[in-house]
């Protein structure tokens, strides 16, 4: 079962400050092509949200993800394209896929992901996308198609849109920006740990 509150984040040191608000689910979205650094980021993410009892997704590095022994991967659809799901499997750890339309949502649901990933719900600065915000009739029907499997909705979420976006079933909100470009990153967490709990 996924936490409520999806925090993204884009290295460890935002881990060693947000956890100890309270945090129990982070997504480490690490774009570098260094191999050493991403194994050290991961490592140390690994590590810190162990000993906040957390869960950690990994980003798109899917064989790293495995090395570290993690709790999930987090797999775009063009990662999906390179990525060996049946090793993701075998190795234990659980998968979220990002989807943006109805055919990537089939796609998504033939590779039996333990979450699925809509957006982006409204418009975000987080990604540069040629995708338009779904608005809220999508999450609606995602919700029907995804029956009891999870649904995280991602992409321009704010404490202001929490409880439309869960009225429409979401169960989870995937955020960055609203947290990480807050003047106060601890005391906006905290908001939303308390608005998601």
């Not at 999806?6 to 040191?13: E, K, M, P, T």
């Not at 089939?106 to 979450?115: E, F, Q, W």
Request: with cysteine.
């Amino acid at each position: 079962m996924l936490d409520r509150f999806y925090l993204i984040v884009d290295g460890a040191d935002w881990l060693r400050r947000l956890l100890p608000c309270g945090l129990k689910l982070a997504q480490l979205r690490v774009k570098s092509a260094d191999e050493t650094l991403l194994r050290a980021e991961i490592a140390a993410a690994k590590k810190l949200c162990a000993d906040a009892g957390a869960q950690l997704v990994v980003n798109d590095h899917w064989r790293l993800a495995i090395d570290a022994g993690c709790d999930y991967v987090h797999l775009g659809q063009e990662d999906l394209d390179m990525a060996d799901v049946p090793a993701i499997r075998r190795a234990g750890l659980r998968l979220g896929v990002s989807t943006h339309d109805g055919a990537e949502l089939d796609r998504a649901l033939s590779v039996n992901p333990d979450y699925v990933a809509l957006g982006p719900v409204y418009p975000t600065t987080l990604k540069q996308l040629t995708i338009a915000p779904q608005g809220l009739e999508p999450v609606r029907r995602w919700r029907k198609a995804l029956g009891a499997r999870p649904l995280v909705a991602i992409g321009g979420i704010t404490l202001e849109r929490a409880a439309d976006i869960f009225a429409a079933g979401a169960d989870s909100l995937a955020l960055s920006t609203d947290v990480l470009g807050a003047p106060d990153p601890e005391a906006r967490a905290r908001q939303w740990l308390a608005a998601t709990r």
